[in-house]
């Protein structure tokens, strides 16, 4: 999941760290983009990005191009609010193979708990932080790369695609009770007005969604049918490229997965329609186990986020499954021979 060269390079080449999304943010941007009187391919080749992008939602692409790519559309489309109506489109499709294990889950709370996890691990420039206090739900981005520049289209389709997922997991009467940007209007105030149906303010300390917390015990909507038809064929071209190799393909769908609660191996079975015990003589064949390709995945995942960004290390055990900082700092002692903390300031 996550870049080479953040694992292994130099330093010269560590100061120069690639912060990484996945493609699904621009979930929606084929079938916007037209509507505007654009041609997606024709935009997506002039950030350097492949026509059929959109087709790989896991693919993960420099967080620097697509700052670049919601640019050119509002220039090129005359749209200053792209980046408000591309998340428009967005929901739970953006969570990719984890979307259709919180179809499970029992409220909310759960489903946002799992969710916020995942997108800790998935996105590298940013991650969510979530607050409850005095009957109020306070959901902050926290950045990680604080050197980038016109980022006001990128801070707006986040919150707006946070406030999607709210609605698409609980209900489409959801709203905020204010939202909070650090950026000044780039459109005008009454469409942020219109499209959060709440109270927006600009030039705050930092990006919020502020909602009342007893949202959080709502139940979930049930998903339609073409929403599980979609995680049903999000999976399975996601390791369609990887048939016979049978560990890459665990390997994947636990990198797809890591933060989702009693992450096990009868979760990557379900998800790969094979049983437990078929699956796991598959790679005792292999030469591996499914405790291996965990370990290495979460090492892995754990080592860039230590490296570059600066997440709390309670929430990024968290975010890699673990039940407590205690359970991570020792995994990660054993492979590394330092604690989480200790490791962090050796690299800084």
């Known amino acids: 999941m996550m870049a080479d060269a953040a694992l292994t390079g130099s330093g010269d080449e560590l100061m120069n760290l690639t912060y990484e999304i996945r493609s699904g943010t621009l979930a929606g941007f084929n079938t916007l983009v037209p509507q505007l009187g654009g041609v997606p391919s024709r935009l997506l080749a002039e950030v350097g990005l492949p026509a ?46 984890l979307g259709k294990l919180l179809l499970k889950e029992r409220n909310l709370d759960a489903a946002l708990s799992a969710s916020h996890r995942y997108m800790v691990l998935h996105n590298q420039a940013d991650h969510w932080r979530l607050t409850e206090r005095d009957g109020s739900l306070f959901a902050y981005r926290i950045n990680h790369c604080h050197s980038l520049e016109n980022v006001e289209q990128y ?30 209007p780039v459109s005008p105030p009454q469409r942020y007005r219109e499209y959060f149906d709440a109270e927006v303010l600009f030039g705050q300390e930092c990006d919020c969604l502020i909602f009342d917390s007893q949202l959080l015990l709502r139940p979930l909507k049930a998903p339609n049918a073409s929403l599980v038809k979609y995680f049903e064929e999000f999976t399975l071209l996601l390791i369609q490229g990887l048939s016979g190799d049978i560990a890459s393909q665990v390997r994947t769908l636990i990198l797809q997965t890591l933060g989702a609660k009693q992450h096990n191996l009868a979760q990557i079975a379900q998800l790969m329609n094979t049983p437990v015990r078929t699956l796991q003589r598959y790679l005792r064949t292999a030469g591996t186990s499914f405790k291996q390709l965990l370990q290495e995945a979460r090492m892995e995942t754990a080592r860039w986020h230590l490296r570059s960004s600066n997440i709390e290390i309670g929430l990024l055990s968290a975010s890699l499954g673990y039940t407590d900082i205690s359970a991570f700092s020792k995994a990660f002692r054993v492979v590394h021979g330092y604690s989480p903390l200790q490791w962090r300031k050796q690299q800084h």
């Open 52 to 97: 059929n992008s959109m087709r790989r939602p896991d693919i993960l692409i420099p967080i620097t191009t697509l700052i670049d790519l919601l640019n050119l559309c509002v220039r090129d489309l005359r749209c200053s609010d792209f980046g408000l109506r591309l998340s428009q489109r967005q929901g739970l499709r953006m969570l990719g193979v």
């Open 155 to 184: 801070s707006e389709l986040a919150l707006g695609a946070a406030c999607q997922l709210f609605r698409g997991l609980a209900g489409a009467d959801i709203r905020p009770r204010q939202v909070h940007f650090c950026h000044a």
